[in-house]
């Protein structure tokens, strides 16, 4: 079974539009803490009461034990790189002119952590566990964003 | 069609604030609404097999695939989680799709979450709303939420000769009652007088004929039968579920009567084996974000003839003698739209929350006079197409 | 975790197939056409009327794929349901059979059709739309391509098991190639591992080639209680098994490793099933595969192996289509095309042809329990598994 | 509510909260754009409204004739038959009169929108549209409507080259 199809080659063929709205998502109780954390130059996490996990980023609730996190607690800015890739296209697919490294890193004190760029390194020489700490920018520069941090460099 | 081999009750539920505005985050207020129905099941998310997400369209909280954002605050973290979705009727559809699941024998016990966080698209939702419709043939001409429910409500009172008064008198009815509703949005003490003169959208439509938009969540726990008489000694047994979709092609449709309302409703009696709906039921909570469908809804349902359903409602004492929570029929004793708010999918499941609640005799305040046994809630939705019923026991 | 009683008091069985579209682009065909082509014909395959003996609907869809809201507004007209029970199911063509499957086993309903498709020609932002899928607080500020997300998880996976780059391209290589025997395939080429690891970088260790195209098509399914299908059809196949999970969207607080939600889907549908070892007991397997080193992944989640042997396997064959377990012997989505949230039904279709044994020069022989497994994409951790036999039961021998 | 529930919760903020920066949000907008294929159906009713010209189809078994058109017919389940030119004159079967714009935003001068049976197609098989050169005090259901076209040189293949539907004098 087929549709009848058009031969008709002047038809219109497609119809241009889009889902286009403007959005403005409130951070949420958890999300504001952490990001007002930031602009201290604080990373913060929750910590749940059962399994003792600590999340970082923060939620307020432990997504294993449905416990709610009250427990906040502050984590270190150094860890490990836990992955990373280098990325050589932009938000937009198009070519980046410089490959940029994205990373997870896994922050010390945490059951989780941040994925951000690494800073003052060459792709060839990150490897997955090498030792990294976060790069802030100056503190009257902080907005409460992910941003408030630069980049992740390694450590000695 | 085969028979119905095992029963499925709900043991608990719960609820966030209803608002314009929420602080929290879509999956922070669905950990709240899942977190209290859990609780008063008196269950931890361990004895919780399977999550059923509904939540309404994606463009209101603006993110893509909106149920798996959300999963993890409604419980679905490594466990067997979807979401199902038919518009505004999403909420009443939420609980009938988790019956399925433990109806079939897979799952005994399965939490079902609503969330709807409108405030999200800015700054105001009905931009949003716009992308219901047809992008070709009907987005181009500007369409309009309002439009489609004012020209359906015009011709619900053409072919009737229900009059804006009378309509007028259920927003009276609604706003009142959600005075004792302690999530409500929009309790008031109005009158008919105040809803015809306020301002005109998009007429007959006016604003206080129109529910708001609103941020919140909701939750009902459901288990089968030998787990529910476990956990509860009052289970309130889910003995009907309905649905139908009518045409994508409103406009091809006389917008008088809502077949799909009606189909719905007879799929869920027959399942409860209601012969005599207005006699047999004793409580009610037909979805209301506009006035009149209250009255387009209660017909459907066939609580009332086609167009009788403010028949000798002259004014507001009148629609308190007949649908007031000591009437002859309670009618959206919560305060329904039109008082709590609308957070689309949320709304729906409060309609469920509250007969579960007045079944069980929990209602407090709002609980009706005539020692309900049975209820139904029901809502409605997409391009005034989609019925889902259901129908509890007590 | 299932139930401790009833489970599968009523059997289910596949009983009619349609499928249309199957092409980098349909531009010739609205979306509601294609559906109608395919749905035709599913009705057909399982001599049913939709008017009359299908008793309800469910498509699988997700309002940005679409380009409107409320999909199932859309729907009804072209799938012969209007004015009856019809809903959207916001998940993988799997997600939708699964309900369907439980719609038909609560005694509900005996006849049900489930429908999902792909019109990515439609879209003009795709990755855009991937982005707007991401949590607003922790992962879209960001202003990452959604792929940096498949790179990141890639470069762990390949750490922590010992898989290598060159076994994902050899995965690009057996399915594309596999693609040539099947005439519904979009990317079907005699390409090799070398042209893959040759490929331009994107998110390394992601490369060009390691990534699926995308496809358009539309697939119906009809499913029926036993009583009927026995009746209306002379080789039903039979849902066997079933499962389905969700992780948070969180990709810090998950496995960068371990795909569970495959884990806790698969061990879901092998308990449904009574099926210990599958390696053994299942025939083939139709596996989500749109990043290549998805496909090593997702085999190793579902228990052909240990995490770590893929690899080892692919190269000895095992994964061929006359090996000793065919993996998307379709072409799979490198192959087919990537199909959105029909990827699981295109799938599912594939298992109950090969079953039926009218999967053509793509025929895996001897085909009687197959596996079908979706995962929903970036930057999701949500999949589902259905496990199809042509007979009732798992028969061991 | 229940009885046994002690505290709802859920922290509301003011849009002026919003404003002042009391509470702090993430501002995004999608990129979401689409090029639909219009299909057989609507690229030939596209096709002909630049033409100035309403097309339906009929469907054989059930002898309707439907538009907006589409190729199959849902109640009879298969595809329908034939084209069908419409005329361009029809009856209003329900209307109302739009305050708000597409966004919700007060308009100066409201709209009237209706829903129109056009001359041709089935009893009940209407179009939305919207209505013009009448004040809205004036519209009734069951009126009688033509459409007003764009020039055609000014047309481009969309339900807009109808500007809007004009009462008739019809005798």
Redesign the interface.
């Known amino acids: 079974?087929?549709?009848?199809?058009?031969r008709?080659p002047?038809?219109?063929?497609?119809?241009?539009?889009?889902?286009?709205?403007?959005?403005?998502?409130?951070?949420?109780?958890?999300?504001?803490k952490f990001?007002?954390g930031l602009k201290e130059g604080k990373i913060l996490g929750t910590r749940c009461p059962r399994c003792g996990a600590v999340?970082?980023?923060p939620?307020?609730?432990c997504?294993?034990?449905?416990e709610?996190l009250t427990d906040w607690v502050e984590v270190s800015d150094e860890g490990t790189v836990?992955?990373?890739?280098?990325?050589?296209?932009?938000?937009?697919?198009r070519p980046l002119e410089e490959p940029e490294i994205?990373?997870?890193i896994l922050l010390d004190g945490a059951d989780?952590?941040?994925?951000?760029k690494l800073g003052e390194v060459r792709?060839e020489e990150v490897y997955?566990g090498m030792r990294v700490k976060a790069v802030w920018a100056p503190e009257a520069e902080r907005k409460?964003?992910?941003?408030d941090i630069r980049y992740f460099k390694p450590v000695e | 069609m085969a028979s119905i081999k095992r029963r499925v009750a709900i043991i608990g539920a719960g609820i966030t604030l209803f608002r314009r505005?929420?602080?929290?985050?879509g999956?922070?207020l669905s950990?709240y609404a899942?977190?209290m129905a859990?609780e008063q099941a008196g269950i931890?998310?361990d004895d919780v097999d399977a999550v059923v997400c509904g939540t309404a369209p994606d463009?209101f909280d603006?993110v893509h695939m909106k149920g798996e954002y959300l999963a993890?605050?409604m419980?679905g973290?490594?466990r067997p989680f979807v979401r199902v979705y038919v518009g505004g009727g999403t909420g009443v559809f939420t609980p009938i799709a988790a019956w399925w699941h433990v109806a079939s024998g897979h799952f005994d016990v399965v939490l079902a979450v609503a969330e709807e966080k409108m405030?999200?698209?800015?700054?105001h939702p009905q931009?949003?709303f716009t992308?219901i419709f047809d992008?070709?043939y009907t987005?181009p001409l500007g369409a309009n939420l309002v439009w489609i429910f004012a020209l359906e409500m015009q011709r619900y009172m053409h072919v009737h000769g229900v009059k804006k008064e009378q309509i007028a008198t259920i927003a009276v009815k609604n706003k009142r009652n959600a005075l004792d509703h302690p999530c409500a949005q929009l309790p008031a003490k109005i009158t008919v007088k105040d809803v015809l003169e306020s301002e005109v959208m998009v007429w007959p439509v006016q604003r206080l004929d129109i529910s708001p938009p609103s941020d919140g969540a909701a939750a009902v726990v459901l288990a089968a039968e030998h787990v529910a008489k476990q956990l509860t000694d009052d289970p309130v047994w889910i003995e009907g579920v309905g649905w139908c979709l009518d045409s994508t092609y409103w406009t091809n449709r006389d917008l008088y009567y809502p077949k799909y309302v009606e189909y719905a409703a007879r799929m869920a009696y027959k399942m409860a084996g209601i012969k005599n709906p207005p006699k047999e039921i004793d409580v009610a909570e037909p979805y209301d974000p506009f006035d009149y469908k209250e009255a387009h809804h209660a017909e459907g349902l066939m609580l009332a003839r086609k167009g009788e359903y403010l028949k000798d409602v002259k004014d507001e004492n009148d629609i308190f003698a007949k649908y007031g929570r000591d009437g002859d029929l309670p009618i959206c004793p919560s305060g329904g739209l039109l008082g709590v708010g609308n957070p689309i999918a949320a709304a729906g499941m409060m309609k469920v929350c509250e007969i579960f609640w007045q079944l069980r005799k929990e209602a407090g305040k709002r609980q009706v006079k005539n020692d309900p046994r049975t209820g139904v809630a029901q809502a409605w939705g997409d391009l005034m197409q989609v019925g889902t019923v259901m129908v509890m026991r007590v | 975790m299932p139930a401790e009683s009833g489970v599968m008091e009523r059997r289910v069985a596949v009983i009619g197939v349609g499928w249309s579209g199957f092409a980098p682009q349909t531009?010739?065909?609205s979306y509601k056409?294609l559906m109608?082509?395919a749905a035709?014909?599913a009705y057909?395959d399982a001599g049913v009327d939709p008017r009359r003996d299908v008793d309800s609907f469910i498509t699988c869809a997700e309002?940005?794929w679409e380009?409107?809201?409320i999909f199932d507004e859309f729907v009804p007209d072209q799938l012969g349901a209007v004015l009856k029970p019809t809903c959207t199911v916001a998940g993988d063509g799997l997600h939708g059979l699964a309900n369907a499957v439980m719609q038909i086993e609560s005694g509900l309903f005996d006849v049900v059709a489930v429908e999902a498709h792909s019109k990515a020609s439609d879209l003009l932002t795709y990755?855009?739309l991937m982005?707007f899928a991401m949590d607003?607080?922790?992962?879209r500020?960001?202003?990452?391509?959604p792929?940096?997300l498949a790179?990141?998880?890639?470069?762990?996976y390949l750490?922590d098991t010992g898989n290598t780059e060159e076994h994902c391209a050899m995965v690009v290589e057996k399915n594309r190639r596999n693609a040539l025997a099947n005439p519904m395939a979009s990317y079907a080429t005699d390409i090799t591992a070398d042209d893959v690891m040759a490929s331009?970088?994107?998110?390394?260790?992601?490369k060009e080639l390691d990534v699926a195209g995308l496809a358009d098509g539309c697939v119906v399914m009809v499913l029926a209680a036993e009583e009927v299908a026995e009746k209306l059809s002379d080789k039903p196949v039979w849902v066997l098994g079933m499962g389905w999970a969700s992780e948070?969207i969180?990709?810090?607080?998950r496995d960068?490793c371990r795909p569970v939600y495959a884990e806790v889907a698969a061990d879901m549908a092998y308990a449904m099933a009574g099926i210990k070892e599958p390696a053994k007991e299942l025939d083939l397997a139709e596996v989500d595969d749109r990043f290549s080193y998805k496909e090593l992944q997702h085999v190793e989640a579902l228990g052909f192996c240990d995490y770590g042997e893929a690899g080892k396997m692919l190269e000895d064959g095992v994964f061929d289509r006359d090996g000793d377990l065919p993996v998307n012997p379709s072409g799979g989505s490198l192959g087919v095309g990537h199909l959105l949230d029909a990827s699981g039904l295109f799938r599912a279709m594939e298992v109950v042809l090969q079953l039926r044994g009218e999967a053509g020069r793509r025929q895996v022989e001897d085909a009687r329990v197959g596996l079908a497994m979706s995962w929903r994409g970036i930057p999701t951790a949500s999949g589902a598994v259905l496990i199809f036999g042509s007979e009732k039961e798992v028969s061991r021998t | 509510m229940s009885v046994r529930i002690k505290e709802y919760r859920g922290?509301y903020?003011s849009r002026k909260d919003?404003e002042e920066g009391r509470?702090?949000?993430?501002?995004?907008?999608?990129?979401?754009?689409?090029?639909?294929?219009?299909g057989?159906a609507?690229?030939?009713f596209?096709?002909e409204l630049?033409n100035g010209r309403i097309i339906g189809r009929r469907c054989r078994s059930c002898g309707r004739v439907l538009v907006p058109p589409r190729?199959?017919c849902e109640r009879c389940f298969r595809?329908t038959d034939e084209w069908v030119y419409l005329s361009d004159t029809g009856t209003v079967l329900t209307y109302s009169v739009s305050y708000l714009g597409p966004a919700a935003e007060r308009l100066k001068e409201p709209v009237i929108i209706a829903v129109i049976q056009l001359d041709g197609a089935s009893p009940g098989i209407g179009i939305l549209h919207k209505l013009g050169e009448v004040k809205p005090e004036e519209v009734k259901i069951g009126m009688r409507v033509k459409a007003v076209w764009k020039p055609p040189e000014e047309r481009e293949?969309a339900i807009t080259d109808i500007l809007y539907f004009k009462p008739i004098e019809e005798g």
């Open positions: 079974m087929s549709v009848e199809r058009s008709l002047e038809e219109i063929k497609h119809w241009y539009g889009d889902m286009i709205c403007d959005y403005t998502y409130t951070l949420g109780l958890a999300g504001e990001f007002l999340w970082v980023p939620s307020l609730y997504p294993d034990c449905f709610e836990f992955t990373f890739t280098v990325a050589h296209l932009g938000p937009d697919g994205y990373a997870f989780g952590g941040i994925l951000h792709p997955i409460g964003a992910i941003t | 505005r929420l602080k929290e985050t999956r922070e950990f899942a977190k859990l931890t998310l463009a603006g993890d605050g419980g973290h490594r405030s999200s698209c800015f700054p931009k949003a992308t992008p070709i987005r | 531009a010739d065909l056409e109608f082509e035709v014909r057909e309002d940005y380009g409107f809201s990755e855009g982005r607003p607080i922790y992962t500020p960001l202003g990452w391509h792929y940096a790179g990141l998880e890639m470069a762990r750490y331009r970088p994107l998110f390394e260790p992601l948070t969180s990709p810090e607080l960068w | 922290t903020y919003l509470v702090m949000a993430f501002r995004d907008r999608p990129e979401a754009r689409y090029a639909w294929a219009t057989v609507m690229g030939r596209l096709s630049k190729m199959f595809p293949g």
